[in-house]
């Protein structure tokens, strides 16, 4: 994990690439030259009766600008205060925060994102790219305008899925997911719990070992760094995994999928 920073970053542009999203992006040269795709920051809320701050991965990591992006929905009275930042104007950030994904450099990559599951994919595609590789992108939503424009990913191949039909594959990125799958890939995966769960009964299907599919948890969580114990989510060894600590990136198979229940969807 790397050192979190605790900045007061500027916002520098607030956008809506699709619809139901907003994306902020700030100025903050230290935590930006240090942050992984996967990890997480903590935004500073400053609405009132909010108290937490609002935990969301990093969706765009540029360290030569010195520039963090991120990809959130509007869900209540903080992420609505956070959506009405204008250019200008400051947030506390704490981050980056977590572990992030960890590609093999053998393995073919497969990102898989579910709705705004997508956002911690955008960064991981960039950084793969980067690398020399180019990653195939599985991006799945409720229709057409809520997927994310393609350009967001120079470089990667581009497949969607719609739930009615209204873009790409007719169904479920699953499904989708189904058509591309190979036991030489690896997969990182992002998105709503039943969705998470049909992709590790897929790759049990396929014989692709639980070891190498990467999962981003989306849990609620409250600190962020281990203290309140809010973002547990059940361990295959028994227990239970922090998703601030241990996560927000693991390996499929340390999760006891029996025990993992759809509480979120944030």
Known sequence: MSVAVLARATVVARSAPMEGAVELVVLDPAAANIAQPGQFFQMGVEAPHTLLPRPYSVAAVDPDRGRLGFLFSVVGAGSAWLSSLEPGDRVRLIGP????????????????????????????????????????????????????????????????????????????????????????????????????????????????????????????????????????????AGGYLLACQDGPCVRADRVDWSRVEDAFHG
């Open 97 to 236: 925060l977590g572990r992030g994904f960890t590609p093999s450099p053998g393995a073919a990559p497969i990102c898989v994102g579910g709705g705004l599951g997508i956002a911690p994919l955008v960064a991981l595609s960039a950084w793969l790219v980067a690398a020399g590789r180019r990653p195939v992108v599985l991006q799945g939503a409720r229709e057409a305008a809520r997927l994310l424009p393609a350009d967001r990913f120079p470089g990667a191949r581009i497949l969607t899925a719609t739930d009615d039909s209204s873009a790409g594959w007719p169904g479920s990125v699953v499904g989708l997911l189904e058509t591309v799958a190979a036991r030489e890939q690896e997969w990182f995966v992002c998105g709503p719990t039943p969705m998470l769960q049909a992709v590790i009964g897929l790759a049990d299907a396929l014989g692709l070992p639980r070891q190498r599919i990467q999962i981003a948890l989306e849990t609620p969580m409250g600190c962020g760094v281990g203290t309140c114990l809010g973002c547990v989510t059940p361990a295959a």
